[in-house]
């Protein structure tokens, strides 16, 4: 099975700049993507960025010139540089992977446990 572990959330005023990071482990074949989702008190979980790699990457239209997606492939690692924060960021980022943990596996999509941020005005 592959894990996911966020780290880099946290509280920051208005205007300020956060970077979350995700490093998968465990049983690893391959990974196809990585991405970042969020969710705010009371509201669903939206898509926020994805990568496959490379230029190859989606973005939310409110967070799009804000935050940028990255992938580092030698070290399985996800991140996310959110920068001109706004208090409507704040929410519990999740990060998340399509991945396989052997060569004849489907693709499995992975979740992490979430890292809080918290802007405030």
């Known amino acids: 099975q592959v894990q996911l572990r966020e780290s880099g959330g946290g509280l920051v005023q208005a205007g300020g700049s956060l970077r979350l990071s995700c490093v998968a482990s465990?049983?690893?074949?391959?990974?196809?993507?990585m991405g970042w989702y969020r969710q705010a008190p009371g509201k669903q979980r939206e898509l926020v960025a994805s990568?496959?790699?490379?230029?190859?990457?989606n973005y939310a239209d409110f967070v799009k010139g804000r935050f940028t997606i990255s992938r580092d492939l030698a070290k399985d690692t996800a991140y996310l540089q959110m920068n001109s924060l706004k208090p409507e960021d704040t929410a519990v980022y999740y990060c998340?992977?399509?991945?396989?943990?052997?060569?004849?596996?489907?693709?499995?999509?992975?979740w992490g446990q979430g890292t809080q941020v918290t802007v405030s005005s």
């Open positions: 998340t992977a399509r991945a396989t943990s052997r060569p004849w596996d489907q693709w499995g999509d992975y």
């Open positions: 465990g049983r690893i074949f391959n990974i196809n993507s």
């Open positions: 990568i496959i790699s490379g230029d190859n990457t």
